[in-house]
């Protein structure tokens, strides 16, 4: 099969090495000019120009934000993922929270600012715990979560990112966070699938907010609460404009309420990756069935539990810092099990790998797992070959996200509906 991943930032460059041994022709391109060196060596370079979406078996968009692009390939050729209603239900964080309200998801109480002033004049007036989330693009740091009003308007006051021009106030929930993602193939919900992520960067869920730093996920046998009462409820609204491709659902519960936080309909992380280790299929072609409306066959998935841990050196998770010359050497990673290890910021010379000087993440491997613990240690296995210097990743995934697990169990979430 002939595919085209189309990537505004490269963050689907590894699924580039996945097809092509699984015997797949892959063409990547790249909207950012500063990814174009990303796999450098591992992967082919990118296209210097978008070709043609008619001469691909498949298209493939790993993000949001190119929803016209992505909307016109489909009109000419099976195409997975992105929209303009992708684009606007990730980066339009008001359009977002609004379209869950509309399906009947709840929402924790909230307000939009486009003024810190104002923003520090309804928090003393309010007196509430709330979480700050930027509008449009920003840092993954730049979501904070307040220990008090105090502490945000001192966040706001002090340390508010420059980028953040407007942003939302949301009430704290106490709960317990987890995504739900399922793929829509214009008529129905397949893959069905749980991630519980860790965010924080350092042991005990402290220090600057990375979007991940590692996580586990599984595949229900069976569409369950979490799903009812949540992801599902968008199905109408997917229908009426024609969306194709995989969507998440980013909640919180509690023992009776679950809340939507926020929508991923992309490649979400280092989920989707965990995703291609237990799909019974191989991902080409379950890509290629869900793009033309038809049903993958799914039997068992090959473990119950996938998870990653990421890796990196510093100056990571800084955002602030000059494109390093100098490159890390990476040492114990098979590139013949790629499909086992997620790679990022990561270049190859001759038989050397590096890392690529851009951000600092190497990546992630993957680990399955009959328990939550036996597929982290699958990881921590692959994480204890690697000869790296000053490598860094957090040491306490199982344990946090098993306490999260179990709370979902106890709490009657994961009991299925049918």
């Not at 700050?132 to 008090?148: N, W």
């Not at 953040?164 to 317990?176: A, C, D, P, R, W």
């Not at 869900?290 to 998935?301: D, K, R, S, V, Y």
Request: with cysteine; charged share 20%.
């Amino acid at each position: 099969m002939k595919i085209l991943i189309v990537s505004p930032h490269g963050d689907g460059v590894w699924y580039v090495a996945l097809l092509q041994r699984a015997g797949h022709t892959v063409d990547w391109i790249v909207s950012s000019a500063k990814d174009v060196d990303t796999l450098k060596g591992i992967v082919p370079s990118p296209l210097s120009s978008v070709p043609n979406p008619a001469s691909y078996d498949l298209v493939v968009f790993d993000s949001s934000g190119l929803g016209d692009a992505a909307d016109s390939a489909r009109t000419v050729t099976p195409t997975i993922g992105s929209s303009r209603l992708a684009d606007s239900l990730e980066s339009d964080r008001i359009f977002g929270i609004e379209a869950m309200e509309q399906v009947g998801i709840p929402v924790p109480p909230w307000e939009s600012f486009d003024d810190p002033a104002s923003a520090i004049a309804w928090l003393k007036k309010e007196q509430v715990r709330c979480v700050l989330k930027p509008i449009g693009e920003a840092p993954s740091d730049a979501t904070y979560v307040s220990k008090s009003p105090e502490d945000m308007i001192s966040y706001i006051e002090t340390r508010l990112h420059k980028k953040v021009k407007s942003f939302v106030l949301q009430e704290y929930v106490i709960g317990t966070e987890v995504s739900t993602e399922a793929w829509w193939t214009g008529s129905e919900w397949i893959a069905l699938n749980h991630t519980l992520e860790e965010k924080k960067f350092m042991a005990g869920s402290i220090g600057p907010n990375t979007g991940c730093a590692g996580n586990v996920l599984w595949m229900p046998p069976k569409p369950n609460q979490l799903f009812e009462r949540g992801l599902a409820k968008i199905a109408p609204l997917l229908r009426e404009h024609n969306f194709v491709g995989m969507i998440d659902l980013n909640t919180i519960v509690t023992e009776g309420e679950i809340y939507g936080l926020e929508w991923t309909p992309r490649f979400g992380y280092e989920g989707t990756c965990n995703l291609t280790r237990l799909l019974p299929i191989e991902f080409g072609e379950f890509l290629y069935k869900i793009a033309i409306g038809e049903t993958p066959t799914l039997a068992q998935p090959r473990a119950k539990f996938a998870a990653t841990v990421r890796v990196s050196v510093p100056p990571y998770p800084s955002a602030e810092f000059s494109r390093h010359k100098d490159q890390v050497p990476i040492r114990g990673i098979d590139l013949d099990k790629l499909e086992s290890f997620v790679l990022y910021d990561v270049q190859k010379d001759g038989d050397c790998l590096a890392t690529g000087g851009g951000y600092q993440v190497i990546g992630s491997p993957i680990g399955l797992g009959e328990t939550i613990c036996g597929a982290v240690g699958e990881v921590e296995t692959a994480i204890g070959r690697l000869d790296v210097p000053n490598l860094q990743w957090r040491n306490d995934i199982a344990t946090c996200c098993e306490k999260r697990y179990a709370m979902l169990r106890e709490c009657g979430w994961l009991r299925s509906t049918l």
